[in-house]
């Protein structure tokens, strides 16, 4: 099993659009979790961190399940600037923020 | 606003060839990170350095790979001898706060080099 493995895409919408993207892990001792957000051939950088009594920013939510070792990351009102590759991250439970990024997932947003 | 910086953002080498990359972290931060993308694929961790010595290193980061911190803000990553499947992106990351604080995993990336084994 995949470290962290994410829904396969791309995912197109239309502008406006709610998109909701999922994500499992592997390693039931991770304790820190991650949305990043990849533009195409740019650095990684973070969307969101997750916790777990879920949270919200903005337009973003994110939700944790523990027991489900599930994440996931809901988009409300998808804008044209949205389009990008959505990464799930989640730490190691030893080592200096290891982290294990999953494959992404490929949003595109078009008008 | 500070930012991680990196050089050169494209080098292409021939394989078997020595190549550096460098990095410039952001001033206060204390750790830091390489970690590399093949095209099309996922990033992944190479190695993690704090206190002047390797704090972690994956697979990947085999005998082949070393990395420096030679003053006190550059930050390197050599790869002795090229091969084909070292082409990649390479991400320089840093980030102020360590394994024992909550909600760590801001890690804040460079723009990356591209290296290009030919």
């Known amino acids: 099993r995949k470290e962290v493995e994410q829904d396969p895409g791309p995912f197109n919408v239309p502008e406006g659009a709610t998109v909701a993207f999922n994500c499992t892990y592997s390693?039931?001792?991770?304790?820190?979790f991650f949305w990043y957000r990849q533009d195409c051939r740019k650095e990684p950088k973070l969307l969101m961190s997750?916790?777990?009594s879920g949270n919200e920013d903005g337009r973003f939510t994110a939700q944790l399940n523990r027991a489900s070792q599930y994440i996931s990351l809901l988009i409300r009102d998808s804008k044209l600037s949205d389009s990008a590759t959505y990464l799930c991250?989640?730490?190691?439970?030893?080592?200096?923020?290891?982290?294990?990024f999953g494959a992404g997932t490929r949003l595109a947003v078009h008008p | 606003e500070p930012e991680v910086t990196q050089t050169p953002s494209h080098q292409v080498t021939q394989m078997g060839q020595e190549v550096i990359l460098r990095c410039v972290p952001i001033?206060?931060?204390?750790?830091f990170y390489w970690y590399r993308q093949i095209l099309g694929q996922k990033v992944e961790f190479l190695v993690s350095?704090?206190?002047?010595?390797?704090?972690?290193k994956s697979e990947i980061f085999d005998d082949q790979f070393s990395v420096e911190r030679p003053d006190g803000s550059n930050f390197t990553l050599k790869i002795r001898s090229t091969k084909l499947e070292d082409s990649a992106m390479y991400f320089c990351?840093?980030?102020?706060?360590?394994?024992?604080?909550?909600?760590?995993?801001?890690?804040?990336f460079g723009e990356g080099s591209r290296l290009t084994v030919l």
């Open positions: 990351a840093s980030s102020d706060r360590g394994p024992r604080h909550t909600n760590t995993g801001e890690l804040f």
């Open positions: 390693n039931s001792a991770s304790q820190s």
């Open positions: 997750v916790y777990s």
């Open positions: 991250v989640v730490n190691t439970p030893r080592g200096y923020n290891k982290l294990i």
């Open positions: 001033s206060n931060h204390l750790y």
């Open positions: 350095f704090y206190n002047n010595e390797i704090s972690e």
